[in-house]
């Protein structure tokens, strides 16, 4: 009806301005619209034309001489203006009650609402200001913060949830073989667990190397390049030297599990137990050399009274060949182990073997980084002869497992008691995981780029 009744005012005018016609009519149609929004403010009308022209006008501020005369422009917001007058906080219920609460007069003033205007400035108001500004400032944050904290303690406990399902995979593989099998019970219970756990952390231990190899914890200076200027993570060799001591201050008291009081220790419990204290001391001594206020220690000689003195390059990197040491050592030991018959000799001699070969490489990458440290560049150096090194310990830590008693026995009397048969079985299944772990470093490295990407992406549109 609004439209049709300003359609025959115009008419009427005799102005056949259409274009000003259409301007007004899709004004008022704008007024209706945001009549029914909250979050607009609300303008009066006025009566002084042919038709209801708007005392504000929602858009630009600054005036335009092209704009039609039957235009009014928005004046500015002041305390006594119409405009300032006729302004509510409150959307009105219906646009019929806030066509007489806004209507203009000239002898006549406006009815206001019972809350005060968006302009109208009073104690009440200045102290709801107060206390909002105060709650902004002490409340709100003080909720992100701790939302913040929950949230990072969420992504920790996912993270660990996410990497040890690895573990207990590899957990329940290496307990539901035998279980199904039927190994590992009675008298055979305590070697089949001892040949299970150390195996698997030589296996581990040259998966662990391989990821290293490949750039896994670069960003903490692990992948055998420069530490990250800031970062303040132990070295690797520190990580290795403590396995090693925790390894062995557990193993010299658990080789005698089995054992009554009083029982004389046998000659393999001598042998084991001098492996355990050997990588008990020799662990410590990898962590004693590792600590940055030892080393100072060491080099005090130099250092007292001396204020010119540089360090070498190699000082940048650590070089301890403490784990590769003690490993080696237990190859070459239990390459020599005696065994009742000759195809455990031989499957000992294979697994020892390929320890310490692991161990040689290892050698030689402190070797040829100590020539030239890797303190060029941030991004992994992938020393060929790193990987040697992971598939020896890998392929020894499966063959360890496949050692146990009953396996030997069970493949003796099966007439499979052979040794490259054993050791193309060994190659095959390392090869299928490092296979996995490339893939799997490669899916996270698309995964970085393409979020690399998206960050970029946002941060040029912004």
Same mark, same amino acid.
């Given at each position: ?87 509510? *906080? ?81 957990? %329940?593989? %290496? ?8 190994? %590992? ?55 290795? %030297? ?213 960050? *970029? ?6």
């Amino acid at each position: 009806m609004g439209l049709i009744h300003r359609a025959v005012a115009f008419y009427r005018s005799g102005n056949r301005d259409w274009k000003s016609f259409f301007h007004d009519a899709y004004q008022a149609t704008q007024e209706d619209k945001f009549e029914a929004a909250g979050r607009y403010e609300m303008v009066g009308l006025r009566d002084d034309m042919d038709h209801h022209v708007p005392v504000f006008e929602l858009g630009d501020d600054e005036e335009d001489d092209s704009r039609p005369a039957s235009r009014m422009h928005r004046p500015s917001a002041s305390r006594h203006s119409t405009g300032s007058d006729g302004t509510l *906080q409150d959307t009105p219920s219906s646009s019929s009650g806030s066509a007489h609460n806004f209507q203009m007069g000239s002898d006549r003033k406006p009815k206001h609402s019972s809350r005060s205007g968006h302009f109208d400035a009073s104690e009440e108001s200045s102290e709801v200001d107060l206390a909002t500004e105060r709650w902004a400032h002490e409340v709100v944050p003080e909720k992100i913060t701790r939302a913040a904290s929950l949230r990072r303690t969420g992504e920790v406990l996912l993270t660990w949830v996410r990497r040890t399902q690895v573990v207990i995979a590899y957990v %329940c593989v %290496c307990t539901a073989i035998p279980t199904y099998v039927g190994m %590992c019970r009675a008298g055979y219970i305590n070697t089949c667990a001892a040949h299970i756990i150390k195996g698997s952390i030589f296996f581990g231990y040259g998966v662990l190397t391989f990821a290293r190899y490949l750039g896994a914890y670069a960003d903490l200076g692990w992948a055998w390049n420069a530490k990250p200027a800031g970062s303040k993570a132990v070295s690797a060799e520190m990580i290795e %030297c403590a396995v090693i001591f925790t390894y062995g201050i557990t193993n010299t008291w658990m080789e005698r599990f089995g054992s009554h009081k009083g029982d004389p220790y046998t000659v393999k419990q001598v042998q084991h137990i001098s492996i355990a204290v050997m990588f008990w001391f020799g662990g410590l001594s990898g962590i004693l050399l590792e600590s940055k206020r030892v080393r100072r220690l060491l080099s005090s000689v130099m250092l007292a009274g001396r204020s010119n003195v540089r360090e070498p390059s190699s000082y940048s990197f650590s070089f301890n060949p403490i784990p590769a040491l003690v490993i080696a050592i237990t190859g070459l030991a239990m390459a020599a182990h005696h065994q009742d018959y000759k195809f455990q000799v031989e499957i000992h001699s294979l697994w020892g073997i390929l320890l310490a070969g692991g161990s040689m490489f290892r050698f030689l990458t402190y070797f040829f980084l100590w020539l030239r440290p890797p303190t060029d560049s941030t991004l992994p150096s992938r020393p060929p002869t790193e990987m040697l090194t992971a598939f020896g310990w890998a392929a020894g830590g499966i063959v360890f497992m496949l050692s146990t008693e009953e396996i030997s026995f069970a493949a003796m009397r099966a007439g499979f008691d052979d040794m490259m048969a054993f050791l193309n079985l060994t190659v095959a299944l390392t090869c299928l995981v490092f296979c996995w772990i490339v893939v799997v470093l490669a899916v996270k490295g698309y995964a970085l780029t393409r979020v690399n990407r998206g960050v *970029q992406l946002t941060d040029i549109e912004v």
